[in-house]
């Protein structure tokens, strides 16, 4: 049974580029949040996606905008980067938004 | 959701009992207590979660007071691979916002 899946693992771009992570949540799960983590910090809710609406978002600019697909996968979309926006990006998934999350390994991302 | 206070770090010895704390004194009825935990470069893992009663499964047991104003996890027997950061998070909606939690060190 897969769990939560992320890609890529690593990813270097520079300042104003424009960045796209992917998760594929654990089988059986149709919920998928997105966190940053900066360093040295907890993680960050950025926002949650459900039947492929964003049904909640934390306290992220419109910068940061997501997608989830019919198959419950889910991409996060980064524009305009900045320096602070270096960090690790986790993705959950759970059942029906349900708060027992199950985390990938996360995409670690160097803005540069 | 309610602010959590938990303590920046904490030791443990190898097969004796950790018990983590967490102060929530604002906590509202609605609220329930999360715990999760970080193992270094990997993703947060749940542990366990309760509203008022204790609760216990394979990995921890949760201790809430009868004010609700704070908790205790407790690991009944520590091993090393239980070093990790531990966070409390008092939630009612679905943004698991995670504070600076407390690093527990298990030592042989």
């Known amino acids: 049974d897969a769990g939560v899946t992320q890609s890529p693992t690593h990813l270097i771009k520079t300042r104003g580029q424009q960045v796209t992570l992917r998760c594929s949540p654990k089988?059986?799960?149709?919920?998928v949040s997105w966190y940053q983590q900066a360093l040295g910090q907890g993680p960050q809710f950025i926002f949650q996606?459900?039947?492929?609406?964003?049904?909640q978002r934390g306290n992220f600019p419109d910068r940061f905008s997501g997608h989830q697909f019919p198959n419950y996968s889910s991409e996060l979309n980064v524009n305009a980067l900045l320096l602070g926006d270096s960090a690790l990006y986790l993705c959950?998934?759970?059942?029906?938004?349900?708060?027992?999350?199950?985390f990938g390994p996360g995409t670690r991302l160097t803005v540069l | 959701d309610a602010k959590t206070t938990q303590p920046p770090s904490m030791d443990c010895a190898e097969g004796r009992a950790a018990n983590l704390p967490c102060n929530h004194s604002?906590?509202?009825?609605?609220?329930?207590v999360y715990w999760y935990r970080q193992i270094h470069s990997q993703g947060p893992q749940y542990i366990i979660h309760?509203?008022?009663n204790n609760e216990t499964n394979e990995m921890a047991s949760l201790i809430i007071t009868e004010d609700r104003k704070s908790s205790t996890l407790i690991l009944p027997h520590a091993t090393l691979r239980d070093t990790a950061v531990y966070y409390c998070?008092?939630?009612?909606?679905?943004?698991?916002?995670f504070g600076k939690g407390t690093s527990l060190l298990v030592t042989p």
């Open positions: 089988s059986g799960h149709d919920t």
């Open positions: 996606y459900y039947e492929e609406e964003e049904r």
């Open positions: 959950a998934s759970t059942i029906r938004l349900a708060n027992e999350q199950f």
């Open positions: 604002t906590i509202s009825g609605n609220e329930y």
């Open positions: 998070i008092a939630l009612s909606g679905y943004a698991l916002n």
């Open positions: 309760g509203l008022k």
